[in-house]
């Protein structure tokens, strides 16, 4: 305020004094000093609507192997969990189209198409909104200031979203997303989960990293990138709908899984690759670079594959 106060006086004293008006110099000066600041992310923002190519470089979901919790903090009730579960439940009836959470959209293998609302007078982006695929619902990300819902409201699919611009990047916070799976073979998450999503772009490459926080299942936060390129050609994300069918599980059958000290893929990646247990199977201290000096002396590494290396069949 000092600086522009000094700006006034010193117009002021060069105004019109012949006719007792200031000049139009203060006038212009009075209206910048009286005028709201202006909001800079205004201008920073980045312009994130279009189709957008998967780029899979990064950390996509892994589920080659019945037993994969590498990379994930899981905490024991998680684990638990994860060496019950048998993929055959997908056959059942009732969980064919179960669909994924709103983070598979940053682990899965798709692209994103991404188109905003905006408020008729001044255009101003009300919401964003990311197209869905056959196994995930579209997430619409609010950008209108609006609360997120009391807990005890509805928990879907896609989840409740809302954004915020933090300079040229859109920081999304997610809630209200039903109980689901972190991976396709088992590591679940709960409804409790919260994802924070921050997407930044760099020419046509737009990235995304995903934080996903669980108080029922994870020990730390998990987190997720992956790119995409800017498509010169508009995807069509949303495939035919999801129709069940008898697959051979009749309804009121038992549910395929496994007692979890017996699940008979828990050594498969120490037997295959020699990697140690506590790594497999999702334990917090594995995801840092000192673990690495802790199985320094101990870690034998396998003889380069040459054939076939031991991969599952596909599924």
């Known amino acids: 305020m000092g600086s522009h106060t000094v700006l006034v006086n010193v117009v002021t004293a060069r105004g019109d004094c012949r006719h007792g008006l200031p000049s139009l110099r203060t ?26 190519a998967p780029r899979n470089t990064e950390d996509i979901s892994r589920d080659s192997y019945s037993v ?12 638990m969990r ?23 959209f940053a682990q899965g293998p798709f692209g994103l198409r991404i188109w905003s609302d905006t408020e008729p007078v001044k255009g101003a982006t009300i919401s964003y909104t990311i197209g869905a695929w056959e196994d995930r619902a579209p997430m619409t990300i609010w950008m209108d200031g609006r609360p997120h819902p009391s807990q005890y409201a509805e928990h879907t699919r896609g989840g409740f979203t809302t954004g915020r611009w933090e300079g040229d990047t859109l920081v999304a916070s997610t809630t209200h997303m039903k109980a689901g799976f972190l991976r396709k073979n088992g590591p679940p998450s709960s409804d409790r989960a919260s994802m924070t ?12 990293l995903a934080v996903v926080e669980d108080p029922i299942y994870l ?61 497999v199977l999702g334990y917090p201290e594995t995801m840092y670079p000192e673990y690495r000096k802790k199985i320094k002396e101990t870690y034998v590494r396998p003889e380069p594959c040459k054939r076939d290396c031991g991969a599952p069949p596909l599924r």
């Open 27 to 52: 006038a212009v000066a009075l209206l910048v000093l009286l005028a709201p600041p202006i909001d800079r992310n205004v201008f920073a923002q980045a312009e994130l609507t279009g189709s957008w």
């Open 68 to 79: 994969d919790y590498m990379g994930l903090p899981l905490n024991d009730e998680a684990r």
């Open 82 to 104: 994860a060496l019950s579960y048998n993929a055959s439940q997908l056959a059942m009836i009732e969980r064919q189209c179960e669909g994924w959470p709103a983070f598979y």
């Open 197 to 208: 999503s921050r997407f930044f772009r760099h020419g046509d490459i737009l990235t995304v």
């Open 219 to 279: 020990a730390e936060p998990h987190i997720v990138t992956k790119s995409f390129q800017l498509a010169p050609a508009p995807l069509s994300p949303v495939g035919p709908p999801c129709v069940s069918g008898f697959e051979g599980k009749r309804p009121g059958e038992s549910v395929p899984h496994y007692v979890p000290e017996k699940n008979p893929f828990v050594d498969e990646l120490t037997k295959l690759f020699h990697i140690p247990r506590e790594a």
